[in-house]
């Protein structure tokens, strides 16, 4: 197993159940959980919301890490966002009184990749190019642009994560 985690997730083989199609975006999504989570391993608590040189915060990018996640699957679902989504997304980065720690951030971020690839197992890559609104405006995008836009955007924010915890331990 440890040499496993030290191959890149895309290199272990297809996940089995996830289309042929969509396996980039699960990789994506297990490559990021997998750093993400050794990142954190030990990480100081007392860092969490603090923002070196104004940028955000490592509990912005764990909270919009799991936010992004459900949001964007959610459309690629061809759903709207519900209230609760909503008020997450007003949330993130907020820091206050009912904000989750890091182990509840961890968690949250941990079971949104868990409902991601069981999402991509369920998809049918005959609707990849259906055609799908975004917001409130319905910009128009599809499936598979929803899905591969979730994976990058996740690894986006796992590189911003590195590097404020890196600063931030340093």
């Known amino acids: 197993m440890e040499t496993e985690r030290k ?9 089995e159940g996830v289309p042929s199609l969509l396996q980039p975006v699960a990789h ?25 040189a104004g940028l955000a915060s490592p509990a912005f990018h764990l909270q919009h890490l799991t936010g992004v996640l459900d ?33 509840v951030m961890l968690s949250n971020f941990n079971t949104q990749v ?8 369920t998809t049918d890559e005959s609707t990849l190019t259906d055609v799908r609104g975004v917001g409130r405006a319905q910009v128009p995008s599809n499936v598979i642009g929803l899905l591969t836009h979730a994976a990058e955007h996740v690894m986006r924010h796992n590189g911003q994560l590195l590097v404020t915890v890196r600063v931030l331990q340093n």
């Open 28 to 52: 994506a999504l297990l490559q990021a959980r997998e750093e993400v989570n050794m990142l954190i391993s030990g990480f100081p608590e007392v860092f969490l919301w603090v923002r070196p």
């Open 7 to 15: 191959i890149e997730v895309w290199l272990r083989g297809p996940l």
């Open 114 to 121: 868990d409902k991601a690839i069981a999402q991509l197992k």
């Open 71 to 103: 949001r964007l699957f959610t459309y690629a679902r061809g759903e709207a966002l519900s209230s609760e989504q909503l008020a997450y997304l007003a949330a993130e980065g907020r820091e206050n009184a009912q904000a989750p720690g890091l182990t």
